[in-house]
């Protein structure tokens, strides 16, 4: 059973950055594809970004260009670099990682965008 541990979290002012991290342990073969999701109040959980083991990246449309999905494979680390924040971007964000067309979520850290 793969085990996910995130951080990073935290409030932040408008124009902000934050940087999360998930760092996967236990049961580990070989991790694919790892990404972010949040989910704001009130509202469904929506995907933030992905990163393939090749490290090849995808965005939401809202979050291109102000955020950033690398990953350390020796680490088993996944981050989420995010930059130029805004009160929209509040939500808590999950870290999820596929293994073998199994998915794991992380716990959620809470990303609060207000002044």
């Known amino acids: 059973q793969v085990q996910l541990a995130e951080s990073g979290g935290g409030l932040v002012q408008p124009g902000g950055s934050l940087r999360l991290s998930c760092a996967a342990s236990g049961g580990i073969f070989s991790i694919g594809a790892m990404a972010w999701y949040r989910q704001a109040p009130g509202k469904q959980r929506e995907l933030v970004a992905t990163?393939?083991?090749?490290?090849?990246?995808n965005y939401a449309d809202s979050v291109k260009g102000r955020f950033t999905i690398s990953r350390d494979n020796a680490k088993n680390t996944v981050y989420l670099q995010m930059n130029n924040l805004k009160p929209e971007d509040t939500a808590v964000y999950y870290c999820?990682?596929?293994?073998?067309?199994?998915?794991?979520w992380g716990q959620g850290t809470p990303v609060t965008v207000s002044a």
């Open positions: 990163i393939t083991r090749g490290k090849s990246t």
């Open positions: 999820n990682v596929n293994q073998f067309g199994e998915a794991f």
